[in-house]
């Protein structure tokens, strides 16, 4: 038997199984039972994924999915070739598959004292999320992937619910839930219009049958089609008008949950989905889409300046840099498409572990709150260390990871043909400037000046063992991914390389003019 | 055996049964358990349940079974429903064993009205001739009324059952009102006569009357709005396990009746009553799930939710795709599961004096009650269409068909409702799983869950989630089921 065959869905049921697991563990108050059981079961997904890499072929062809799995799992009445249990993966998808295997473990490390309660509930949840979200990039066949998607709405918002930090949890669990689901259920009527139109929910088939123009001859169904798409998974994201859940939602989710809120899901949707089945319709909505990234990026970094709870500027930092990854992945450059997936992993990394770092605060002084704190840094130097490092991440220094996708991102701005993108890029590019201004000010107003209030009533403590094992990963991962980048390049270019003319086989448009004739000689193909 | 015999054995058991129940009933002393009565209706359910079997075992041989002139057709379609249904009431049986605390008077009865109502239903379903079904309504709705107000003593027990009886009435008259006129402009009250009778009628407005009426008295029984008035009372006033039978086997039966009727019976006026149902399918939604979101009783926001469910699956009655009328079928398959199971589980938790009720008394419940609370939230979790749940995979075949049929603007409404729906639901699943108020937990019955109750509560959830991974099966069973009875119907539309 080879693992090859299998390993994606190992990694599924690993974690599944764990949870089922877990649940049947009795709990006892106090105990650590089933915080060290969710640790060796994410250790365990984490060594999985890590078979992915090694094994990955990156010279087959481009395009072409690897560790298949393909069988027929529902029959769908009269018509059409039904539902499919298809499993694989890509250069898009490889890393994000091992960047959720390698933060898992450290959300469990990051609850290990903050969940004293429910941990059964806790650890059982926070598995099925991981369950969900492996789901989501590893599903071939649209059912399935929807299925996933959904699925992931709900052990997140149980946790928001229950582990919820204020009164307020309740109405930010359901806010986030409704803000999801709605537009999901509405992306199912398209998905059903799909197979109504191709009689398949095969991915591999579906785009090729788009690179063809065989979907539907019909341009306003299929432009509706791809924006139900986009919107569906644009709050995921979320895209700047549609993040109207996510302060709530970061606020009062724990550590855990909140590190894996926003970002990869719906950026991965878009990349792997709406780009996937409507090329063109994407590439039609791009300049739109170049504009509410560039002024995502400057809208949350400004908020972020204004707000003084640690979490809400989380929040808005988390809008800016997605925005980042938006701007990126729709200027259909290579270096916009590479530098986009790039920064998809290194938001999600840098998110995380600012939000560790949060967390670590937060035990310590019991408030969110940049006002109550103050001259920390002499208290507590390793943590402050690390904030530094995280900071100089987040603000996109050379040499650490940030500096890679951002950079690649606004040489794909320049590169680009949409109109005005010259001036959208300069927009963006401000907002790196007003990025370091609310990370260093952050640094500053938490940890230098005088000692703040909380500090002088409460006796924090520097970093305990468990949290540095939590938080180097992170720095050393920072650096590694600033200086050796190719190693993740390697993978993702096998999808950017081919982002700007994918979708339209007898092409290989390089520039603007070019690219033009593309999209109008599709259309009258149709 | 003779076809007449075979053709009414899982209802002739049923009422065996239910009769030798009644008979023991006296001969119990008063105070004394009711259990081995239970036993007996639950056996006499298994019996229905395998002469089903047998049934679809000859069907499947030998053809569609007709019987008493052509009044009964017993073919895959009705040994469904027949199956359905007696899973339901086992179901139930199991769940409400000892659901009497302290032994009632004539506690027996209770067994005896659940088979006597299932009884009915089951003719409902294989009844080809509109008085039989008439009759199989009255039996299944006179036992449901009675066991509506089950709960003697109390006002909203009262309430319901008087409210289900005059309004329920009232829908009987016009359901048969519809057949005397149905007769008048065809000459016949069978199903076949009645589609040819159609063709060469001389009074097509009067039959559109007919039709129209017999749809009223449908969506009565299958509460959906506008003909929903009741609903809401009835469930919160009965009984929590009667509630579970009541709104899961009589509607799977009405809708029986519905499909029999209107695609082979009037399947040629198809153009005219396919508006009425799409409206009667949006009003059910909407004002299903818009009533739910207010609600603060459990049981009554659960009412409301049922009439949102019949409009997701009169969605399917709007197109006549066979996948739609396949999609009918599996939806009160998947539907029966999860509700069954999630009042199942409010019976286990508020037991007969009914401590438990509002949103506010579910705060906390996970903390005390962690199993059932996960039980429920599943169901829940099914109730608002999550993926690899029974009832996710239920809604995805009836809006596929839906749009495979050019529908898309009902399937659009109905996800937005489901959309929509997700909130009370979540209100629901939210207060279970958040801390408790102090002074609600007390209520929460400390009872441990007996061994019949959990064998249901288990079936129940079991069947949610595998119709929810691995539907095939019953895919093909209700794929069979539908072209042997309806194929008249599709082949007139599929063009």
């Known amino acids: 038997m080879n693992l090859d065959h299998h390993i994606l869905t190992l990694l599924l049921l690993t974690p599944l199984v764990g949870a089922v697991a877990l649940v049947l563990l009795p709990e006892r108050e106090g105990s650590k039972t089933h915080a060290i059981g969710a640790l060796a079961v994410t250790l365990l997904t984490f060594v999985l994924t890590l078979h992915l890499p090694y094994h990955f072929n990156y010279a087959a062809a481009a395009g072409s999915f690897q560790f298949e799995q393909n069988l027929p799992w529902i029959t769908l009445g009269t018509t059409g070739n039904g539902i499919h249990y298809h499993l694989g993966i890509d250069g898009l998808s490889l890393w994000l598959v091992v960047l959720t295997g390698f933060l898992a473990p450290i959300g469990v490390l990051a609850s290990w004292k903050t969940i004293q309660h429910r941990t059964r509930l806790f650890y059982t949840l926070f598995l099925l999320q991981q369950v969900a979200m492996l789901g989501i990039f590893v599903s071939l066949d649209l059912f399935l992937y929807y299925g996933f998607w959904e699925l992931s709405l709900v052990p997140m918002a149980l946790l928001i619910a229950?582990?919820?930090?204020?009164?307020?949890?309740?109405?930010?669990?359901?806010?986030?839930?409704?803000?999801?689901?709605?537009?999901?259920?509405?992306?199912?009527?398209?998905?059903?219009?799909?197979?109504?139109?191709?009689?398949?929910?095969?991915?591999?088939?579906?785009?090729?049958?788009?690179?063809?123009?065989?979907?539907?001859?019909?341009?306003h169904a299929l432009w509706i089609c791809s924006?139900?798409?986009?919107?569906?998974?644009?709050?995921?994201?979320p895209i700047f008008p549609l993040h109207g859940w996510l302060q709530e939602a970061v606020t009062e989710a724990p550590t855990a949950a909140v590190m894996v809120l926003a970002g990869k899901l719906g950026l991965y949707s878009i990349l792997r989905f709406s780009f996937g089945i409507f090329p063109l319709e994407s590439r039609m909505v791009a300049p739109w889409m170049i504009a509410l990234g560039a002024i995502g990026i400057v809208y949350g970094s400004l908020i972020a300046l204004i707000k003084t709870d640690l979490k809400k500027l989380a929040a808005f930092s988390t809008l800016a840099h997605v925005s980042f990854v938006v701007l990126g992945i729709f200027t259909f450059t290579v270096l916009g498409v590479d530098g986009g997936i790039f920064q998809i992993l290194n938001e999600s990394l840098i998110g995380a572990a600012f939000f560790v770092l949060l967390g670590l605060l937060y035990e310590r002084y019991?408030?969110?709150?940049?006002?109550?704190?103050?001259?920390?840094?002499?208290?507590?130097?390793?943590?402050?260390?690390?904030?530094?490092?995280?900071?100089?991440?987040?603000?996109?220094?050379?040499?650490?990871?940030?500096?890679?996708g951002e950079f690649l991102i606004l040489s794909g701005g320049m590169q680009t043909y949409f109109?005005?993108?010259?001036?959208?890029?300069?927009?963006?590019?401000?907002?790196?400037?007003?990025?370091?201004?609310?990370?260093?000010?952050?640094?500053?107003?938490?940890?230098?000046?005088?000692?703040?209030?909380?500090?002088?009533?409460?006796?924090?403590?520097?970093?305990?063992?468990?949290?540095?094992?939590?938080?180097?990963?992170?720095?050393?991962?920072f650096l590694v991914m600033g200086l050796a980048s190719p190693v993740w390049m390697k993978a993702i270019d096998t999808y950017g390389a081919r982002a700007p003319h994918a979708g339209f086989p007898d092409c290989t448009p390089p520039n603007h003019c070019e690219m033009r004739f593309v999209v109008v000689h599709a259309r009258e193909a149709r | 055996m003779s076809p007449n015999l075979l053709a009414v054995l899982p209802e002739l058991l049923l009422t065996l049964a239910a009769v030798a129940v009644m008979m023991l009933e006296p001969m119990i002393a008063p105070g004394k358990t009711r259990r081995p009565l239970g036993w007996l209706a639950i056996a006499g359910t298994v019996a229905a349940g395998s002469a089903a079997f047998y049934q679809l075992h000859i069907v499947n041989a030998k053809g569609p079974i007709t019987a008493f002139y052509a009044t009964i057709q017993v073919d895959a379609f009705s040994v469904f429903f027949h199956l359905l249904i007696a899973a339901i009431v086992l179901v139930t049986l199991l769940?409400?064993?000892?659901?009497?605390?302290?032994?009632?008077?004539?506690?027996?009865?209770?067994?005896?009205?659940?088979?006597?109502?299932?009884?009915?239903?089951?003719?409902?379903?294989?009844?080809?001739?509109?008085?039989?079904?008439?009759?199989?309504?009255?039996?299944?709705?006179?036992?449901?009324?009675?066991?509506?107000?089950?709960?003697?003593?109390?006002?909203?027990?009262?309430?319901?059952?008087?409210?289900?009886?005059?309004?329920?009435?009232?829908?009987?008259?016009?359901?048969?009102?519809?057949?005397?006129?149905?007769?008048?402009?065809?000459?016949?009250?069978?199903?076949?006569?009645?589609?040819?009778?159609?063709?060469?009628?001389?009074?097509?407005?009067?039959?559109?009357?007919?039709?129209?009426?017999?749809?009223?008295?449908?969506?009565?029984?299958?509460?959906?709005?506008?003909?929903?008035?009741?609903?809401?009372?009835?469930?919160?006033g009965a009984p929590a396990p009667v509630v579970a039978l009541m709104s899961t086997a009589p509607k799977a039966a009405a809708f029986a009746v519905l499909l029999r009727f209107l695609f082979n019976g009037v399947g040629g006026y198809r153009d005219h009553w396919v508006l009425l149902i799409e409206v009667l399918a949006v009003a059910s939604m909407c004002i299903g799930n818009l009533g739910a979101l207010l609600q603060q009783d459990v049981k009554r926001l659960l009412a409301y939710s049922s009439i949102a469910h019949a409009g997701y699956v009169l969605v399917a009655f709007s197109s006549c795709h066979q996948d739609a009328i396949s999609g009918v079928l599996f939806y009160t398959a998947s539907y029966a599961a999860m509700n069954v199971g999630a009042f199942l589980v409010l019976t286990q938790l508020s037991g007969f004096d009914e401590r438990v009720r509002s949103l506010d008394d579910f705060t906390g419940l996970a903390l005390k009650r962690p199993g059932l609370s996960a039980l429920l939230g599943f169901f829940l979790l099914s109730l608002i269409g999550i993926p690899f749940t029974g009832g996710f995979f239920g809604k995805f075949y009836i809006f596929s068909a839906a749009i495979q049929d050019g529908h898309a603007k009902l399937a659009i409404i109905g996800l937005i409702n489901s959309g929509i729906a997700c909130f009370y639901y979540l209100r629901l699943l939210a207060a279970i799983y958040a801390r408790p108020l102090t002074d609600t937990v007390h209520r929460i019955a400390p009872r441990r869950v007996t061994a019949p109750a959990a064998l249901a509560l288990a079936a129940t959830a079991l069947a949610t989630l595998g119709l929810g991974i691995l539907p095939n099966r019953l895919l093909?069973?209700?794929?069979?089921?539908?072209?042997?009875?309806?194929?008249?119907?599709?082949?007139g539309k599929s063009q």
Do not use: C
């Not at chain 1, 924006?227 to 994201?237: D, N, P, R």
């Not at chain 2, 039959?207 to 003909?227: E, Q």
């Open chain 1, 162 to 219: 229950t582990f919820g930090r204020t009164e307020n949890r309740r109405r930010a669990a359901i806010k986030f839930f409704l803000y999801a689901f709605i537009p999901s259920a509405i992306l199912l009527v398209a998905l059903l219009w799909l197979y109504a139109r191709t009689g398949t929910f095969d991915l591999p088939t579906l785009q090729a049958m788009a690179a063809a123009h065989t979907i539907s001859p019909s341009w």
């Open chain 1, 227 to 237: 924006l139900v798409f986009l919107v569906a998974f644009g709050v995921k994201v």
């Open chain 2, 476 to 491: 093909h069973l209700v794929e069979r089921a539908v072209p042997q009875t309806l194929s008249t119907a599709s082949d």
């Open chain 2, 95 to 236: 769940g409400s064993l000892d659901y009497f605390e302290a032994p009632i008077t004539h506690g027996g009865e209770y067994f005896a009205l659940v088979l006597f109502g299932a009884t009915g239903m089951m003719f409902m379903t294989s009844s080809v001739e509109l008085l039989m079904v008439f009759i199989g309504l009255e039996i299944s709705s006179i036992s449901t009324y009675i066991l509506a107000g089950f709960r003697k003593g109390r006002a909203t027990a009262s309430e319901a059952s008087i409210k289900y009886f005059l309004l329920g009435s009232f829908a009987t008259a016009f359901f048969l009102y519809g057949i005397a006129l149905l007769f008048g402009a065809t000459g016949s009250t069978s199903i076949g006569p009645i589609a040819t009778g159609l063709l060469t009628t001389q009074t097509p407005r009067l039959a559109l009357l007919a039709v129209a009426m017999v749809i009223i008295g449908v969506a009565f029984k299958v509460s959906a709005a506008p003909f929903h008035v009741w609903t809401p009372d009835v469930y919160q």
């Open chain 1, 419 to 477: 109109p005005h993108h010259i001036l959208w890029t300069i927009a963006a590019t401000t907002g790196v400037i007003f990025g370091a201004s609310y990370m260093l000010w952050m640094i500053q107003r938490v940890f230098y000046g005088s000692l703040g209030l909380r500090p002088q009533e409460v006796k924090g403590w520097d970093l305990s063992p468990r949290e540095h094992a939590e938080l180097w990963p992170f720095a050393i991962l």
């Open chain 1, 366 to 404: 019991g408030t969110y709150e940049m006002r109550d704190y103050g001259g920390l840094a002499t208290k507590l130097p390793w943590i402050v260390t690390m904030f530094v490092i995280v900071t100089l991440a987040a603000i996109g220094l050379p040499m650490l990871n940030g500096f890679v």
